[in-house]
T-cell receptor, first 110, second 114 residues
Framework: GDSVTQMEGPVTLSEEAFLTINCTYTATGYPSLFWYVQYPGEGLQLLLKATKADDKGSNKGFEATYRKETTSFHLEKGSVQVSDSAVYFCALSDDYKLSFGAGTTVTVRA | GAGVSQSPRYKVAKRGQDVALRCDPISGHVSLFWYQQALGQGPEFLTYFQNEAQLDKSGLPSDRFFAERPEGSVSTLKIQRTQQEDSAVYLC????????????FGSGTRLTVV
């Protein structure tokens, strides 16, 4: 079945550092790809998405590009802030059902 | 309401006890999902409703798990004869359509079976 593998954490960074979280997927069709974020004490929130190959999703300074040739959807941010500390989940969907990766915990130190 | 509301926030159950978890989705959202999230893992799909119809229950781990959404709004996830492996956070999500429209997740119910 469809699945997502993402970089294991935890990841600890200093403020203004560059962040990359790797995500690869396995799917039989042409899924849409997502990054969800979970801030401490809050529910999962959609961070960004891409619905077809070569699409770039972006939000709050984060970006991810749908790479069909490498089946990847890596999340990047050029300069992280303390407020970016959260758990990040890569996910895919063919239609309505989301399949999530295990999550990557990111801590940003001042 | 403004978001997806789940209750209770925490539930401790003795092994063998029945529990009921409630989800109040965003008004007007036709899609409703239940997910199970074990500690340190990503959410795993349990079941999907479109209005009052349960269209997919393929993720329910056993016949002890039952979900309903009788009037197409509030949903209840019931777990009978709870076991220790049922300990997890149960997440509810709602949306206007498919995944590309984006789903709004509740904060979850943390179930601990002792």
């Amino acid at each position: 079945g469809d699945s997502v593998t993402q970089m294991e954490g935890p990841v600890t960074l200093s403020e203004e550092a560059f962040l990359t979280i790797n995500c690869t997927y396995t799917a039989t069709g042409y899924p849409s790809l997502f990054w969800y974020v979970q801030y401490p004490g809050e529910g999962l929130q959609l961070l960004l998405k891409a619905t077809k190959a070569d699409d770039k999703g972006s939000n709050k300074g984060f970006e991810a590009t749908y790479r069909k040739e490498t089946t990847s959807f890596h999340l990047e941010k050029g300069s992280v802030q303390v407020s970016d500390s959260a758990v990040y989940f890569c996910a895919l969907s063919d239609d309505y059902k989301l399949s999530f990766g295990a999550g990557t915990t990111v801590t940003v130190r001042a | 309401g403004a978001g997806v509301s789940q209750s209770p926030r925490y539930k401790v159950a003795k092994r063998g006890q029945d529990v009921a978890l409630r989800c109040d989705p965003i008004s007007g959202h036709v899609s409703l999902f239940w997910y199970q999230q074990a500690l340190g893992q990503g959410p795993e799909f349990l079941t999907y409703f479109q209005n009052e119809a349960q269209l997919d229950k393929s993720g329910l781990p056993s016949d002890r798990f039952f979900a309903e959404r009788p009037e197409g709004s509030v949903s209840t996830l019931k777990i009978q004869r709870t076991q220790q492996e049922d300990s997890a956070v149960y997440l509810c999500a709602s949306g206007l359509g498919g995944a590309t429209y984006g789903y709004t997740f509740g904060s979850g119910t943390r179930l601990t079976v002792v």
